[in-house]
């Protein structure tokens, strides 16, 4: 019983800290373990005291010593990865038809817009021509249909005062219905025949008089027009009808009648006067009557507005004009950006490292044609451990070296750390982009080892990393200069060696050793148990069994 106590109590003491970062997920089961480990080891060290309590608790255990001496030390994160172009592309098409050129050849450097393809286009080019014809009608067609609806606004088309409104508000109009009349009663004509002979020397513009049958009151006008077709009036007589625009005084009117003179020559008989101006206004399209802007007897200039009407069904004509023609539009769109689909050109500067389609071949749709790759630098990621990750940032230098090109280090920088981390098991990684400009010898797909130094230190006191326990505490040979300071923490009774935990402060720390700012001197001697990979969780927990790591 005593010999199967001994031998637990031997196996849970707990080792000095030190060796290698471990994960996330092993320190927490290495603390759990570390609970359990010490509350065994207390239970197994008392009925150890009770079988035997004059023996120490390390009396079977074997220490490895180091002298404290003098290093350089460097903190390094190192990793594996492979080589990536800065930049990379698959030259794909939709397209379905035949490669007509591709100038081009593997290993060939070629520039962001050099054509690299062009393809049959001759049914593309039909298409686009007849989009093309479909949008001219539909541009026509809206144009139409928006001068129509012009025609819902009546204007007058000419001046003069309005004689009168046939219309309401609310009334339905039809195309050619009249609407409105306009007259200009300013200006009256007065249409009378001459003979052909004489009127033949008149002229437009030429003074005339003109009297009045009723009362004989002369009036001074002026010939608008004269009629270049003859009449043979009763008696063989030869005439020709002229037309005298005379002012209105106020008096005149149609029922009124008149001959004229022109110089010496007079009218052969009498007229009866006409306005000047005299318009009826016909709606152009059907309609209702929403709006009456002038009233009778109103005067109105050319093109004013007179009446507006609305209708229903122009402006689902309208509205249906528009729709087509954005439609033609747009197909006329798609099918120009897919006639430039039939000329292939280089979307990045780079180097052709596979072509997969030649000219004569016929393409498939999302096929890839050919992979451009741009070598004006590499790239690699390295996955960096979630204990190490907030020691990274970017512009921090790396070292790179690749088992293709021997006796060759190459010099990256980390241009990004991502934050996006990638858990396996209990531990997390988080992928550090690392740029290298001077590549020759590596290309794409090698593998490389990368190292980042995050500190380094030269010609410092420093210890194992294995001999730093818990608490920053090392134990030291009672012989060592700075056991003065420390602790007595187990003895021998038989004449073994002491020893003496004493605090330290640390500084950088390596793969294997860690420096000592303080604490420690030239001369110490640390006492630890060496760790192993089995129980490096340990070693990363405890203290020395029955000290201050407890």
Do not use: H
């Given at each position: 019983?005593?010999?199967?106590l001994?031998a637990?109590?031997?196996?849970?003491?707990?080792?000095?800290?030190?060796?290698?970062?471990?994960?996330?997920?092993?320190?927490?089961?290495?603390?759990?373990?570390?609970?359990?480990?010490?509350?065994?080891?207390?239970?197994?060290?008392?009925?150890?005291?009770?079988?035997?309590?004059?023996?120490s608790?390390?009396?079977?255990?074997?220490?490895?010593?180091?002298?404290?001496?003098?290093?350089?030390?460097?903190?390094?994160?190192?990793?594996?990865?492979?080589?990536?172009?800065a930049d990379?592309?698959?030259?794909?098409?939709?397209?379905?038809?035949?490669i007509?050129?591709?100038?081009?050849?593997?290993?060939?450097?070629?520039?962001?817009?050099?054509?690299?393809?062009?393809?049959?286009?001759?049914?593309a080019?039909n298409?686009?021509?007849?989009?093309?014809?479909?949008?001219?009608?539909?541009?026509?067609?809206?144009?139409n249909?928006?001068?129509?609806?012009?025609d819902?606004?009546?204007?007058?088309?000419?001046?003069?005062?309005?004689?009168?409104?046939?219309v309401?508000?609310?009334?339905?109009?039809?195309?050619?219905?009249?609407?409105?009349?306009?007259?200009?009663?300013?200006?009256?004509?007065?249409?009378?025949?001459?003979?052909?002979?004489?009127?033949?020397?008149f002229?437009?513009?030429?003074?005339?008089?003109?009297?009045?049958?009723?009362?004989f009151?002369?009036?001074?006008?002026t010939?608008?027009?004269?009629?270049?077709?003859d009449?043979?009036?009763?008696?063989?007589?030869i005439?020709?009808?002229v037309?005298i625009?005379?002012?209105?005084?106020?008096?005149?009117?149609?029922?009124?009648?008149?001959?004229?003179?022109?110089?010496?020559?007079?009218?052969?008989?009498?007229?009866?006067?006409?306005?000047?101006e005299?318009?009826?206004?016909?709606?152009?399209?059907?309609?209702?009557?929403?709006?009456?802007?002038?009233?009778?007897?109103?005067?109105?200039?050319e093109n004013?507005?007179?009446?507006?009407?609305?209708?229903?069904?122009?402006d689902d004509?309208?509205?249906?004009?528009?729709?087509?023609?954005?439609?033609?539009?747009?197909?006329?769109?798609?099918?120009?950006?897919?006639?430039?689909d039939?000329?292939?050109?280089?979307?990045?500067?780079?180097?052709?490292?596979?072509?997969?389609?030649?000219?004569g071949?016929?393409?498939?749709?999302?096929?890839?044609?050919?992979?451009?790759?741009?070598?004006?630098?590499?790239t690699m990621?390295?996955?960096?451990?979630?204990?190490?990750?907030?020691?990274i940032?970017?512009?921090?230098?790396?070292?790179?070296?690749?088992?293709?090109?021997?006796?060759?280090?190459?010099?990256?920088?980390?241009?990004?750390?991502?934050?996006?981390?990638?858990?396996?098991?209990?531990?997390?990684?988080?992928?550090?982009?690392?740029r290298?400009?001077?590549?020759?010898?590596l290309?794409?797909?090698?593998?490389?080892?990368?190292?980042?130094?995050?500190?380094?230190?030269?010609?410092?006191?420093?210890?194992?990393?294995?001999?730093?326990?818990?608490?920053?505490?090392?134990?030291?040979?009672?012989?060592?200069p700075?056991?003065?300071?420390?602790?007595?923490?187990?003895?021998?009774?038989?004449?073994?060696?002491?020893y003496?935990?004493?605090?330290?402060?640390?500084?950088?720390?390596?793969?294997?050793?860690?420096?000592?700012?303080?604490?420690?001197?030239?001369?110490?001697?640390?006492?630890?148990?060496p760790?192993?990979?089995?129980?490096?969780?340990?070693?990363m927990?405890?203290?020395?069994?029955?000290?201050?790591?407890?």
């Open positions: 019983m005593k010999e199967r001994a637990a109590g031997e196996k849970l003491k707990l080792p000095g800290r030190g060796g290698p970062k471990q994960k996330p997920g092993k320190k927490r089961r290495w603390k759990k373990l570390a609970v359990v480990a010490v509350a065994l080891a207390v239970a197994a060290g008392v009925c150890w005291q009770a079988l035997k309590p004059s023996q608790a390390a009396a079977d255990v074997t220490y490895t010593t180091a002298a404290v001496e003098r290093r350089n030390i460097t903190s390094q994160i190192t990793g594996s990865g492979t080589m990536e172009a990379s592309y698959s030259v794909t098409t939709l397209l379905e038809d035949t007509l050129t591709a100038d081009f050849e593997e290993g060939d450097e070629v520039e962001e817009g050099t054509i690299l393809y062009t393809i049959d286009s001759s049914d080019a298409s686009l021509e007849q989009a093309e014809i479909s949008l001219s009608q539909s541009e026509r067609s809206y144009q249909t928006m001068e129509t609806l012009e819902l606004t009546i204007t007058s088309p000419v001046s003069g005062q309005v004689y009168s409104i046939d309401e508000v609310g009334d339905e109009v039809s195309a050619g219905e009249t609407v409105a009349t306009i007259r200009d009663s300013n200006t009256m004509s007065l249409e009378v025949t001459f003979p052909a002979d004489d009127a033949a020397s002229y437009v513009g030429q003074s005339a008089t003109v009297t009045l049958d009723s009362t009151e002369t009036l001074t006008g010939i608008s027009e004269i009629s270049g077709t009449t043979v009036l009763s008696g063989n007589v005439v020709r009808s037309t625009d005379v002012s209105n005084p106020g008096g005149l009117s149609t029922s009124q009648t008149a001959s004229a003179s022109v110089g010496e020559v007079t009218s052969t008989g009498s007229g009866t006067f006409a306005y000047r005299e318009e009826t206004v016909a709606a152009e399209i059907s309609g209702e009557v929403s709006a009456i802007q002038v009233a009778e007897g109103d005067q109105v200039s004013q507005t007179l009446i507006v009407l609305t209708s229903d069904d122009l004509t309208v509205q249906s004009a528009q729709d087509s023609l954005r439609n033609a539009q747009i197909s006329y769109e798609n099918q120009t950006e897919q006639l430039d039939y000329t292939i050109t280089a979307p990045i500067k780079g180097t052709i490292v596979d072509k997969y389609y030649n000219a071949e016929i393409t498939e749709s999302n096929a890839v044609l050919c992979t451009i790759y741009d070598l004006s630098y590499l990621t390295l996955n960096v451990d979630e204990l190490d990750i907030a020691s940032e970017v512009g921090q230098s790396v070292s790179i070296v690749a088992d293709a090109v021997e006796d060759t280090t190459y010099e990256g920088i980390v241009t990004k750390v991502s934050v996006a981390g990638t858990s396996s098991g209990s531990a997390t990684t988080y992928p550090v982009t690392i290298i400009d001077e590549t020759e010898g290309l794409p797909g090698m593998s490389v080892d990368a190292t980042i130094t995050l500190d380094s230190a030269e010609d410092v006191l420093s210890i194992p990393s294995a001999a730093l326990n818990r608490g920053d505490t090392v134990l030291v040979t009672a012989d060592s700075s056991a003065v300071n420390g602790t007595l923490v187990e003895s021998s009774t038989e004449g073994g060696q002491d003496y935990s004493v605090e330290v402060t640390t500084g950088v720390s390596g793969d294997d050793y860690i420096e000592i700012v303080s604490g420690l001197q030239e001369g110490d001697t640390v006492a630890y148990i760790t192993s990979s089995s129980d490096s969780g340990f070693a927990m405890g203290g020395m069994p029955g000290g201050p790591g407890f």
